[in-house]
């Protein structure tokens, strides 16, 4: 499936949950890993602003991209953030979607005139 890079560099995100082990199978509480490294994976929820609109989209973070002191409602900075569009079938009913990635989630810095 193709991947589009993300450019985040005229971009403010905001921190909106707080990451946890991102969950496989809802049914036996299975925790994703990375098909390539076998590394837990994590997921957060951010408000990705940019050109006066914003979105509020659930990131894929490895456990080690996860750095300390993250607050909620700050700002973060999500290195090699890649989307990736998908699509299924499930019980007869087309599905589709865009999932997001990164190689970490840090601390961030609001851009200047952002809000202004």
């Not at 940019?50 to 973070?61: F, H, R």
């Not at 699509?87 to 999932?99: D, K, L, T, W, Y």
Request: hydrophobic share 40%; glycine share 12%; no cysteine.
């Amino acid at each position: 499936m193709k991947t589009i890079r993300v450019e985040t560099s005229a971009a403010t995100i905001l921190l909106t949950e707080a990451p946890e082990p991102k969950v496989r199978d809802r049914q036996t509480g299975e925790i994703a890993k990375d098909a390539v490294s076998g590394e837990e994976l994590m997921r957060i929820g951010v408000v990705y602003m940019e050109d006066g609109e914003s979105s509020l989209i659930n990131v894929t973070i490895p456990a080690s991209g996860v750095s300390e002191g993250l607050t909620l409602g700050t700002p973060v900075s999500l290195p090699g953030l890649i989307a990736r569009p998908w699509e299924s079938v499930f019980n007869g009913r087309e599905r589709h979607g865009v999932a997001f990635r990164a190689a970490a989630v840090t601390p961030g810095a609001v851009l200047a005139g952002v809000g202004d």
